[in-house]
């Protein structure tokens, strides 16, 4: 359902070429949690953003759900973006809006009437238990909490896909893994497929169904993570 052939990304600032990602080919299937691993400049951020066209590929192709994401015009790519949710390392919230405002923020731009948008973000705010805290500003929640909601506004309009770049690198072990209980749980009651990016083996191991290791823009290594890791 997500498919990547030979894509590649070169960054071009006039004052110099960066050769992000060489010859990327890549499948992921609906309904997998899928693991990207590397260190710090690998090319982890930019594959993943080629996925929702935050970045456009030098050459390749890109496939979601049977479009090709990096040929749609300006409206279609508008509506193929509310079916891919996004969730960060430092959240990118807004900080003059409460958890509620935030959570329904792209389903106003979406353009929803009032009572659904209001109903809806109930539901979400349950989903990822911030029923308490639907009030406060990111500025008075923890750093977990402050991903709960950067989890529900990924999945405000119902997302076939989640991208998750760095989601747990700011947060203790104890958070991360909560956070990751959370993913897991979404993944299995609503079949979203999890795209995720970490520099951390034990994030892959603990959810991953599979998993790929970039270095130096390719991927060196790709299968089961049990495959790729051998058992824990
Ligand atoms: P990380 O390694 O966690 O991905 P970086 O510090 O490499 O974070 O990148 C942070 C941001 O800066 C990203 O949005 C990335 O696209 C951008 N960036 C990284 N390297 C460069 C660069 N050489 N020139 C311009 N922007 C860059
Ligand atoms: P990772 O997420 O694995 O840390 P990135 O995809 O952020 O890797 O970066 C891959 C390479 O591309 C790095 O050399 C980085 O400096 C460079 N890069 C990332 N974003 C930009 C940008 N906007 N402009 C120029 N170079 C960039």
Same mark, same amino acid.
């Given at each position: 359902?997500i498919k990547l052939n030979?894509v ?6 006039n004052?110099q =070429?960066?050769t992000a990602? @060489?010859n990327i080919?890549?499948?992921? %299937?609906? $309904?997998? /949690? ?6 710090s400049?690998?090319?982890?951020s930019?594959?993943i953003?080629l996925?929702?066209m ?6 390749g192709?890109?496939w979601?759900?049977?479009?090709r994401?990096? =040929?749609?015009?300006n409206? @279609? ?5 509310? %079916?891919i $949710?996004? /969730?960060?390392q430092?959240?990118n ?9 935030n959570?329904?923020f792209?389903l106003?731009i979406a353009?929803?009437p009032?009572?659904k948008?209001d109903k ?6 349950k989903?990822v238990?911030?029923?308490e805290?639907?009030d ?6 923890s750093g977990g909490q402050k991903q709960r909601?950067?989890?529900a506004?990924a999945l ?6 989640l ?11 104890k958070t991360t893994?909560s956070?990751l209980?959370?993913l ?6 609503f079949g979203?497929?999890?795209?995720l990016?970490?520099?951390?083996m034990?994030v892959?191991k ?10 130096g823009g390719?991927?060196?290594e ?5 495959e790729?890791f051998?058992?824990?």
């Amino acid at each position: 359902m997500i498919k990547l052939n030979n894509v590649q990304k070169i960054y071009d600032n006039n004052k110099q =070429r960066v050769t992000a990602l @060489k010859n990327i080919n890549l499948e992921i %299937k609906s $309904g997998e /949690i899928y693991g990207i691993i590397g260190y710090s400049g690998a090319g982890k951020s930019t594959l993943i953003r080629l996925i929702n066209m935050l970045e456009n590929p030098t050459a390749g192709e890109i496939w979601v759900n049977g479009q090709r994401m990096d =040929r749609l015009n300006n409206e @279609k790519l508008r509506l193929a973006r509310q %079916k891919i $949710g996004m /969730i960060f390392q430092n959240f990118n919230l807004l900080s003059s809006r409460t958890v509620r405002q935030n959570i329904a923020f792209p389903l106003e731009i979406a353009g929803y009437p009032k009572e659904k948008i209001d109903k809806r973000v109930s539901e979400l705010i349950k989903l990822v238990g911030l029923t308490e805290r639907a009030d406060a500003y990111p500025s008075e929640l923890s750093g977990g909490q402050k991903q709960r909601v950067g989890i529900a506004r990924a999945l405000a309009n119902n997302p076939e896909v989640l991208l998750s770049d760095e989601a747990t690198s700011a947060l203790d072990p104890k958070t991360t893994e909560s956070i990751l209980n959370l993913l897991w749980e979404i993944n299995r009651k609503f079949g979203i497929t999890i795209i995720l990016i970490t520099h951390e083996m034990h994030v892959i191991k603990k959810i991953c169904h599979r998993v790929a290791v970039i270095d130096g823009g390719e991927i060196v290594e790709e299968g089961p993570v049990t495959e790729v890791f051998g058992n824990p």
